[in-house]
């Protein structure tokens, strides 16, 4: 081959090879970046519409929450951290009893009233 077969005018020079890895490189950081902020701000679908499902959650560090978990009829509270999964309380009665009535009060108040109960009369 040539020198000038490889020129500034073909496909396989330097500057195409370089703006063709820049370009890869831009659009492998796109798709982590949007996989990250949708990890973050978790966008995943939650609840279900099968016997098991998220009722609601409440982060209560950077990496723990406090999850309320329907199970057909039941209900469960559970928290969740990177040391694993752990049930809280057994909930007897539900927290939110219908959907309804469920938006006039927040989870994270319904649940400091439930626990604030819970450790009042444990004492």
């Known amino acids: 081959m040539s020198p000038t077969a490889l020129g500034a005018g073909s496909p396989l020079s330097i500057g195409s090879l370089v703006q063709a ?19 973050r701000a978790r966008l995943a679908p939650r609840g279900g519409r099968g016997a098991i499902g998220v009722i609601d959650q409440l982060a209560i560090g950077p990496r723990e929450r406090v999850m309320l978990l329907r199970v057909g009829e039941a209900q469960l509270l559970l928290g969740v951290g990177p040391s694993g999964i752990v049930g809280l309380v057994p909930l007897a009665t539900p927290l939110m ?6 938006p006039s009060q927040p989870f994270a108040e ?5 626990l604030g109960r819970n450790a009042g009369s444990a004492g």
């Open 97 to 102: 009893a219908d959907a309804a009535a469920a």
């Open 21 to 39: 890895t820049f370009s890869l490189a831009l659009v492998l950081a796109a798709i982590l970046g949007v996989a990250w902020v949708l990890k």
């Open 110 to 114: 319904r649940l400091r009233e439930f």
